[in-house]
């Protein structure tokens, strides 16, 4: 009642006002119309933000699951447990011989580079120093059990392999000083004279 009592005084003042202004009735209309799109406009501002307060949510935090990348080897020979091991990305050759339970009594690991990031997929392969190289007399016997390494291999064990003579194994030896390690085995085929066919002769003898 009380309310209903101030809106009817409000209503009256603004009439008495509106009824006191010195302008024509064209003029006021206007007048009207401005006041009425003021409002309006006003309203439709204050009804925004409040609906915006109402239903705006709290924004999501998108917690990204990190999962630790890894990469798998394998690691054979002179090494106590040989095997195939998940090792974090860019984790080093010691690393993937540490995970093999470290190498055995008489292993030679003198030809790999245990600081070397390793890749995934690729095999590290140990040798026992009775498969090292040796020499008997002034000959030196070259290592026929195990793959060749052949980021390290001399051109003598190059020449162990099928289809490679002496020529050929000096070309791969010269390509690789003058244009650094081999990235994977199918480089080979970047020398001059291994083709396709020759390459498929000795290719699962290989290893980075």
């Known amino acids: 009642m009380e309310n209903s009592n101030i809106a009817g005084k409000y209503l009256t003042q603004v009439n008495t006002w509106w009824s006191q202004l010195h302008y024509s009735s ?3 209309r206007g007048l009207a119309i401005v ?3 003021v409002v309006l406009i006003s309203a ?8 915006q307060e109402v239903v705006a949510a709290p924004i999501p935090l998108e917690i990204e699951s990190v999962v630790e990348q890894t990469l798998m080897v394998d690691v054979a020979g002179a090494v106590v ?11 080093r050759v010691f690393e993937a011989i540490k995970a093999a ?3 055995k009594k008489g292993a030679d690991a003198s030809d790999v580079n245990q600081a070397r990031i390793l890749k995934d997929g690729e095999q590290i392969y140990i040798y026992p120093t009775s498969q090292s190289s040796s020499f008997t007399g002034s000959k030196k016997t070259v290592r026929k059990n195990g793959p060749i390494m052949i980021n390290r ?9 099928d289809g490679i003579g002496p020529v050929l194994a000096g070309r791969i030896v010269a390509f690789r000083k003058v244009n650094g390690p081999f990235v994977a085995i199918e480089d080979l085929m970047k020398v001059p004279g291994i083709g396709s066919s020759t390459f ?3 290719k699962e ?3 980075v």
């Open 81 to 91: 447990s040989p095997g195939v091991y998940s090792l974090p990305l860019n984790a």
């Open 35 to 37: 006041a009425t799109l």
């Open 101 to 103: 339970g470290g190498l």
């Open 205 to 207: 003898k290989l290893r």
């Open 44 to 51: 439709l501002f204050v009804a925004r933000g409040s609906s």
């Open 153 to 161: 291999a001399s051109v003598k064990e190059f020449e162990s392999l």
């Open 200 to 202: 498929a002769k000795f």
């Open 26 to 28: 064209l003029q006021k």
